[in-house]
């Protein structure tokens, strides 16, 4: 079960990410929104036409160092994944979340480098390499919503189930009687195998819309119990990880399926702009485009 440090620390990291991703993107845009906000006909004219066109001196230097953070995140999180040697350097998650930073702020910064202007052979890796980011993004929350095992590997229902026993037995001793009170607040997994995608994705969005009342229903409830802050803390805790299970017991099939479809889509899509990117530099390289 994940510890609460360690869900701050997880959190903090993603928060730390986004921070950066943000930054990136504001101070990007900023410094050519009067560039990339010209008619295609009128950019030669500019003063920024030598530093911000593909070819320029920032334009160029945003699509190598973009591309370069892509493969980054594609070596790094696929070699964190399938090489046993690095199992110990840190959770996959955390390699996941970085993963999703590098190929969001890689595809950001290629964009910057067309100056918003795609075209011929090229558009195929722009446009594979859009839907992969997009993809990936939805993919990390199918991926967290399928439990996980204390090595970071997929759980499987004996697994859910041994984990939701656990966090009755300590709600149980936390809160004695008054359990039942609280347990009528959370509601109970009903697993359906044959349950659609989109209806498992539909009640994701509805989990993630309403956890939030359940919880401030359990507050009230605890209101009156003879608990310390810390006790009150820690049971309020307890119950959003066991609504966390109950919505994974529930789903628990549909979403793996869910992630095994992705994963159709996804993989192909990269290798495509990968070779694609790769006749680019070839031709961009043979037709003497480089650093000026």
């Not at 699509?63 to 953070?69: A, D, E, P, Y």
């Not at 199918?142 to 229902?157: C, E, H, M, W």
Request: glycine share 8%; hydrophobic share 50%.
């Amino acid at each position: 079960m994940t510890t609460r440090p360690a869900r701050i620390a997880s959190r903090l990291w993603v928060l730390v990410l986004f921070t950066v991703a943000a930054s990136v993107a504001v101070i990007g845009t900023g410094m050519g929104l009067d560039y990339y906000t010209l008619p295609f006909a009128e950019r030669p004219f500019s003063d920024f036409y030598d530093d911000l066109r593909p070819a320029g001196r920032l334009g160029l230097r945003y699509g190598i160092i973009g591309f370069g953070l892509i493969t980054a995140g594609v070596v790094l999180y696929s070699s964190r994944k399938r090489i046993k040697a690095l199992a110990r350097l840190g959770k996959l998650k955390f390699w996941l979340e970085f993963h999703i930073f590098l190929c969001t702020v890689g595809p950001f910064l290629v964009t910057l480098h067309t100056s918003f202007k795609v075209g011929g052979l090229v558009s195929i890796a722009f446009w594979c390499m859009v839907v992969v980011a997009l993809s990936g993004i939805f993919g990390r929350y199918v991926y967290v919503r399928i439990p996980k095992s204390v090595q970071g590997g997929f759980a499987d229902l004996a697994e859910i189930r041994a984990q939701r026993a656990q966090l009755i037995e300590e709600l149980t001793a936390g809160l004695g009687p008054r359990v039942a009170q609280v347990e009528r607040l959370i509601p109970a997994s009903v697993a359906s195998p044959r349950e659609g995608l989109f209806t498992a994705i539909a009640s994701a969005v509805r989990f993630d819309l309403t956890h939030g009342t359940t919880l401030r229903k359990v507050k009230r409830e605890l209101a009156a119990a003879p608990l310390t802050a810390p006790q009150r803390a820690r049971v309020v805790r307890l119950v959003e990880r066991q609504l966390e299970v109950e919505h994974q017991l529930a789903h628990l099939q549909p979403f793996q399926r869910l992630f095994r479809y992705w994963h159709i889509l996804h993989l192909p899509l990269a290798i495509v702009m990968f070779l694609v990117v790769a006749v680019h530099i070839t031709v961009a390289t043979l037709f003497g485009f480089g650093f000026t």
